[in-house]
C-alpha cells in the first residue's frame, strides 16, 4: 500500500512539474479532506473555476486529493480581498487622514488604517504599524507615510503591501513570503523597494531628493531611474532622484558600548561608548520595547556620549549606531536600561564640603523636595559608603543636626529623598565636614650650638607634621623659615647681629594646623664666647 502511496504521489509530481510553471503560480500543498470543490469555495475567485483547475493539474478524482501532493494556481484566479494595517504602539503626536480627507489626531493602538490613508507623526514621535502577515514598521519622528495598496488573497496567507514614504525615517521587519502573490514594497520619491522577508531601514533626505536604505537582515532589491541594485545584509545605498542606486557599501560596526551600572540612579549619567573609525555622527535612541517598536527619546551626537534623558523609572533598552560621512547608518549596538532615579535627590546646601567644624553638633542641610514623604541621611568615614556610621529617616523638613559623631576626622554624608509610597530614591551629591582635633601645642625647645642654633620637640602623633616658622620680628611678618616638615626638629645657622623669633605648631593628616608653640627668641649672642665683643668693639674702633 505504502509503495502504491509514494508511486501515485511521484506520478502526480512528475505531471506536475513537466507542466509549463508560471512565475504567477501559487502551488498549494494538499491536506487531508481536501477536495477541488471546496477549495474553488474557498480560495478562487469563482467556485466555477473547478474544472478549470482540475484539468490544470490532471486530477481524475476531483472529491478526493491525496495529502502532500501540489495544486497548481494561477494567480489570477485567486480572491483578493482588501485587509487593513492596524497602529500598535504609540508614542507622542500621530495623525491619521483617511482617503476621504478627514483627519484623526488622537490615535490609539489598534486603530486600522485602510487603502488611501496617510498617517503622520510629530516632532519626538513614534508609530508601529502592523500588517496582515504580521509583518511591521515602525515611523519615527516628523514622518509621513502613505498606504497604496493593502489586500490579501482569500486564506492564503499572502498579502499585498505597498506603501509611500513621503518623508522621514521609518524601519521594517517583513515576514518571509507565504508565495508569489506576496508583495511588501516601499516607494521614495526617488526608489522602491522590494522585498520577500526581511528587515532595512529606509529614509528621505531633508531636501526630498535622495533616499538612503540600510539592509539589517536577508536582501532587498532597490529599485531607480529604472535599474535594480540588490543590497543585502550589513549594506546600504543612496537612491538619488532620477539616478541609479549607488554601489551598496558595507554598514558601520555596532559600537563597543562602555559599562554602565544596573540600575542606574545617577540623574546626570552620561551613556557612553568607544568611537568608531569612520563614524561622523551618532544617534543614541532609548525604547521601552526590546524591538524599538517605538522609541521614548532619540538623539543625534557628534561625540561617543550623550546624557541621559529625564525618564520616568523603569526598564528601557539603549542602541546606538554611528553615521558615516554620506549619511548611512550602521548596525547598533543594544543593552538593557533600568532607571531608578526618582524622586529625585535634594541638593545639600550646609556645612560647605570640607568645612572644619568643632566637635559638637553637626547641622546638616539640604533644600526641600516637595511630594516627598521624609528623608533617608546616611553618614560614613569613606567616600564610598561602605562604612556607614550614621543612618536615619527623617521628617520633610530640610535639615537635621547630628550628635553622636565625635571622633576627630572626615565624614562624609549624602540625603536622599522617600516618597509617598515609602520608595527611597538616589542620593544627591557626598559631601563631606571635618572635625577638628583638641591638637596640642609642641613643647619646643632651643639649644645653641657654635655652629648653628638646633631646635626640637616630642612627637604629639606618628601622623603629625610640623610648621616651622623663623622670622626677624615677634609678628611673623618678615619670615625667613616658613615650611612643614614630618621631623620633630630644625636647625638654623646663627646670625650674630640680629634677634629672631622661632614658633612651632603640629598639621594633622586633613592639613588642620593646631595651635602654635610658645615663641621662643633666638638672641644673636648664644654659642658666642664672651671676650669676641669688647675684640670685635676694639676693631671697630682702630677703622675709626
Known amino acids: 500500500m505504502l509503495k502504491r502511496i509514494f508511486f501515485l504521489r511521484n506520478t502526480f509530481l512528475i505531471l506536475l512539474f513537466s507542466l509549463p510553471v508560471q512565475a504567477s503560480d501559487w502551488v498549494y500543498t494538499v491536506v487531508d479532506g481536501d477536495n477541488l470543490w471546496d477549495f474553488s469555495a474557498k480560495h478562487l475567485d469563482s467556485v466555477m473555476r473547478y474544472e478549470q483547475l482540475r484539468k490544470l493539474n490532471n486530477i481524475k478524482n476531483p472529491k478526493r486529493l491525496q495529502p502532500g501532493s501540489w495544486l497548481r494556481v494561477p494567480m489570477k484566479w485567486i480572491r483578493s480581498n482588501a485587509i487593513p494595517a492596524r497602529v500598535g504602539l504609540l508614542e507622542g503626536k500621530v495623525r491619521i487622514v483617511r482617503a476621504d480627507g478627514s483627519a484623526e489626531n488622537k490615535l490609539e493602538s489598534g486603530v486600522l488604517i485602510?487603502?488611501?490613508?496617510?498617517?503622520?507623526?510629530?516632532?519626538?514621535?513614534?508609530?508601529?504599524?502592523?500588517?496582515?502577515?504580521?509583518?511591521?514598521?515602525?515611523?519615527?519622528?516628523?514622518?509621513?507615510?502613505?498606504?497604496?495598496?493593502?489586500?490579501?488573497?482569500?486564506?492564503?496567507?499572502?498579502?499585498?503591501?505597498?506603501?509611500?514614504?513621503?518623508?522621514?525615517?521609518?524601519?521594517?521587519?517583513?515576514?518571509?513570503?507565504?508565495?508569489?502573490?506576496?508583495?511588501?514594497?516601499?516607494?521614495?520619491?526617488?526608489?522602491?523597494?522590494?522585498?520577500?522577508?526581511?528587515?532595512?531601514?529606509?529614509?528621505?533626505?531633508?531636501?526630498?531628493?535622495?533616499?538612503?536604505?540600510?539592509?539589517?537582515?536577508?536582501?532587498?532589491?532597490?529599485?531607480?531611474?529604472?535599474?535594480?541594485?540588490?543590497?543585502?545584509a550589513g549594506f546600504g545605498t543612496q537612491v538619488a532622484l532620477g539616478k541609479a542606486p549607488a554601489k551598496p557599501r558595507k554598514l558601520l560596526p555596532p559600537p563597543a558600548m562602555d559599562e554602565m551600572p544596573q540600575p542606574l540612579r545617577a540623574l546626570q549619567w552620561q551613556l557612553s561608548w568607544q568611537a568608531l573609525d569612520g563614524a561622523k555622527s551618532y544617534r543614541a535612541e532609548i525604547s521601552s520595547s526590546r524591538h524599538f517598536a517605538v522609541l521614548q527619546w532619540e538623539s543625534v551626537v557628534d561625540k561617543p556620549l550623550v546624557k541621559l534623558p529625564d525618564l520616568a523609572d523603569g526598564d528601557y533598552w539603549f542602541r546606538v549606531r554611528g553615521i558615516d560621512e554620506i549619511g548611512l547608518e550602521g548596525q547598533s549596538a543594544v543593552q538593557p536600561l533600568l532607571l531608578d532615579r526618582h524622586p529625585q535627590p535634594p541638593t545639600s546646601l550646609s556645612p560647605a564640603d570640607g568645612e572644619m567644624?568643632?566637635?559638637?553638633?553637626?547641622?546638616?542641610?539640604?533644600?526641600?523636595?516637595?511630594?516627598?514623604?521624609?528623608?533617608?541621611?546616611?553618614?560614613?568615614?569613606?567616600?564610598?559608603?561602605?562604612?556607614?556610621?550614621?543612618?536615619?529617616?527623617?521628617?520633610?523638613?530640610?535639615?537635621?543636626?547630628?550628635?553622636?559623631?565625635?571622633?576627630?576626622?572626615?565624614?562624609?554624608?549624602?540625603?536622599?529623598?522617600?516618597?509617598e509610597d515609602g520608595e527611597v530614591g538616589p542620593s544627591g551629591a557626598i559631601r563631606s565636614w571635618r572635625l577638628r582635633a583638641d591638637m596640642e601645642s609642641p613643647n619646643v625647645i632651643v639649644t645653641a650650638k657654635e655652629a648653628h642654633v638646633a631646635s626640637h620637640w616630642q612627637p604629639l602623633n606618628p601622623n603629625y607634621r610640623y610648621h616651622v616658622q623663623l622670622a626677624h620680628d615677634a609678628d611673623f611678618k618678615q619670615l625667613e623659615f616658613d615650611q612643614i616638615i614630618t621631623a620633630n626638629e630644625q636647625t638654623f645657622d646663627h646670625i650674630y647681629s640680629q634677634l629672631r623669633y622661632l614658633r612651632v605648631c603640629a598639621v594633622d593628616e586633613d592639613d588642620y594646623h593646631g595651635p602654635w608653640s610658645s615663641v621662643h627668641k633666638v638672641d644673636p649672642l648664644l654659642g658666642k664666647s664672651v671676650w669676641i665683643v669688647p675684640i670685635s668693639t676694639i676693631m671697630g674702633l682702630l677703622f675709626l
Not at 533644600?367 to 556607614?388: C, H, K, M, W
Request: no cysteine.
Open 114 to 232: 485602510h487603502l488611501g490613508d496617510t498617517l503622520n507623526t510629530g516632532q519626538n514621535s513614534s508609530a508601529s504599524i502592523i500588517f496582515a502577515d504580521n509583518s511591521s514598521l515602525t515611523l519615527y519622528s516628523d514622518t509621513e507615510m502613505r498606504f497604496d495598496h493593502l489586500s490579501a488573497y482569500g486564506e492564503t496567507g499572502m498579502v499585498d503591501s505597498r506603501v509611500h514614504l513621503g518623508q522621514g525615517r521609518m524601519e521594517t521587519k517583513v515576514k518571509p513570503t507565504a508565495g508569489p502573490g506576496s508583495r511588501f514594497e516601499i516607494h521614495t520619491p526617488s526608489a522602491i523597494t522590494a522585498v520577500r522577508g526581511t528587515a532595512y531601514r529606509a529614509a528621505i533626505s531633508p531636501s526630498g531628493d535622495s533616499s538612503s536604505f540600510e539592509v539589517l537582515e536577508g536582501d532587498v532589491v532597490v529599485s531607480g531611474a529604472e535599474q535594480d541594485t540588490l543590497v543585502s
Open 357 to 419: 567644624l568643632d566637635v559638637g553638633g553637626v547641622e546638616l542641610k539640604w533644600q526641600q523636595i516637595s511630594d516627598v514623604r521624609g528623608y533617608l541621611l546616611e553618614v560614613a568615614d569613606d567616600q564610598t559608603f561602605e562604612n556607614i556610621l550614621y543612618k536615619k529617616e527623617t521628617d520633610d523638613k530640610g535639615q537635621f543636626e547630628v550628635t553622636e559623631l565625635k571622633q576627630p576626622g572626615r565624614y562624609f554624608w549624602r540625603v536622599s529623598a522617600i516618597a
